[in-house]
């Protein structure tokens, strides 16, 4: 079992819907949870971080985190040809960061 | 205020050749870590680097390669005698403290490709 687990898409959304993307992880002791997102031939770029479970809002961004289940949750609203990128969730509980595979958005005008 | 710069962009060896890439981190940073991605993969630790100190290489094949960071220049990792399956992006990432948890941030990247 991998220790992040990611559908890798691709999902495909017309613009202005509201997008969902989710991990699953199997180890308990990740207490820093991070999307990250990566357009084509560019380095990711850290969206934002959540410590512990609970959620965070940045804009149009909101993080979930539930630790009990184990799953982590992405949610964008109001989505813009211009989120289409490779999502990445990564988690550690140390220097070690274990990234998922991405998942590939494409938002259509 | 420059961010992590790596070079070269895109690498060409044959098999059996060197290749080296470099990572300049982000100004002050002095935490150095190299990933590869291989295509449709996520992002696989290799190495976590301070100055002058290899920290964690756990995820660093035994064989063929290394990783430095002097105190002087920028962040190194070596393949020797490329092999085929080391084609991959491979990106570094600096961060001020100790962890990866908020202010990392990635380099473009270095795309090797072994013919």
């Known amino acids: 079992q991998k220790e992040v687990e990611q559908d890798p898409g691709p999902l495909s959304v017309p613009e202005g819907a509201i997008v969902s993307l989710n991990c699953t992880y199997s180890n308990s002791a990740f207490q820093y949870f991070m999307w990250y997102r990566q357009y084509s031939r560019k380095g990711p770029e850290l969206l934002m971080y959540?410590?512990?479970?609970g959620n965070k809002e940045d804009g149009r961004f909101t993080a979930q985190v539930d630790k009990s289940s184990k799953y982590i949750s992405l949610f964008i609203r109001d989505s813009q040809p211009s989120d289409s990128a490779t999502y990445l969730c990564?988690?550690?509980?140390?220097?070690?960061?274990?990234f998922g595979a991405g998942t590939r958005l494409f938002v259509k005008a | 205020n420059a961010g992590v710069m790596q070079n070269p962009r895109h690498l060409v060896r044959r098999r059996g050749q060197e290749a080296r890439l470099r990572c300049s981190p982000m100004?002050?940073?002095?935490?150095v870590y190299w990933y590869r991605q291989l295509p449709e993969e996520g992002l696989k630790f290799m190495v976590y680097?301070?100055?002058?100190?290899?920290?964690?290489e756990s995820g660093m094949p035994k064989e063929r390669f290394s990783a430095e960071f002097p105190k002087e220049g920028p962040s190194i990792l070596r393949i020797q005698q490329v092999v085929r399956g080391d084609s991959a992006a491979y990106f570094c990432?600096?961060?001020?403290?100790?962890?990866?948890?908020?202010?990392?941030?990635f380099g473009q990247g270095t795309r090797l490709t072994v013919v």
């Open positions: 100004k002050g940073h002095s935490h």
């Open positions: 680097l301070q100055k002058e100190n290899i920290i964690d």
């Open positions: 990564a988690m550690t509980g140390g220097f070690k960061t274990i």
């Open positions: 990432a600096s961060s001020l403290v100790g962890d990866m948890n908020t202010e990392a941030f």
């Open positions: 959540t410590y512990s479970s």
